[in-house]
């Protein structure tokens, strides 16, 4: 069965540091989509992709957030200068069409000293 | 702006017992529902939707209610299983939030054995 995979699983880093955390999506979805969940809450939307741009966006999803679909397989996420609160584990998903169900990846923990 | 919410954050119920999992929402133009399971560690998993047109919609021990009226739907799981302890998560599309999917709080089922 088609998975979305997400890679690291986990990543340290130290604030101010850049990180890019990566997927690969479904491979016939069309929308991609990064959430966030801060341990014990609920799951927070960040950024959705089509078409190569940005479709919407959150107010988590600020200046120093980023995304990029480098090459047809890859959809990576780069918070530029990390701050201690994006703490969280990341999820990447994908869907075929822009109002289906999600399939999402296992998550990047993200821990910021 | 789109709100999802729970009634109970945790719900315990004995091994062979039906599960009843509640969610209440705001807007009215929501028009797709999705009910997701997130084991520990893992990505939220889709377990069922409905669309606005439907008030019931059944799957594999597993049936969601829709109650657009009250603005209320349900996660009903038959002959609750230990596999099934997890964190449930409401979410919904449409209604003035775009086709990004806004998740609910999540409960946290225990199956006793």
């Known amino acids: 069965e088609p998975e979305v995979t997400q890679t690291p699983s986990h990543q340290v880093t130290q604030m101010g540091q850049e990180v890019i955390l990566r997927c690969v999506p479904i491979s016939n979805h069309l929308y991609f989509y990064w959430y966030r969940q801060i341990l014990g809450q609920k799951v927070e939307f960040l950024v959705s992709?089509?078409?190569?741009?940005?479709?919407?966006k959150s107010e988590i999803f600020d200046d120093q957030f980023s995304v990029e679909r480098p090459d047809g397989s890859n959809f990576t996420l780069k918070i530029r200068s990390t701050k201690l609160e994006d703490s969280a584990m990341y999820f990447c998903?994908?869907?075929?069409?822009?109002?289906?169900?999600?399939?999402f990846g296992s998550g990047t923990q993200l821990s910021v000293l | 702006g789109e709100s999802v919410g729970l009634h109970l954050p945790t719900l315990s119920v004995q091994e062979g017992d039906n599960s009843i999992i509640n969610c209440a929402y705001s807007?009215?133009?929501?028009?797709?529902f999705i009910w997701y399971k997130q084991e520990s560690g893992k990505g939220p998993q889709f377990i069922i939707d409905?669309?606005?047109?439907?008030d019931k919609r059944q799957g594999q021990r597993v049936t969601v209610l829709l109650n657009k009226t009250v603005k209320h739907l349900s996660l009903q799981i038959a002959a609750t299983q230990p596999g099934d302890s997890a964190v449930y998560f409401c979410a919904l599309l449409g209604g003035g939030g775009g086709f990004k999917t806004i998740f609910g709080a999540g409960t946290r089922l225990f199956v006793k054995a």
């Open positions: 998903a994908s869907s075929v069409a822009e109002n289906e169900k999600l399939f």
């Open positions: 807007n009215s133009a929501s028009d797709y």
């Open positions: 992709f089509y078409n190569n741009e940005i479709s919407e």
């Open positions: 409905i669309r606005s047109n439907m």
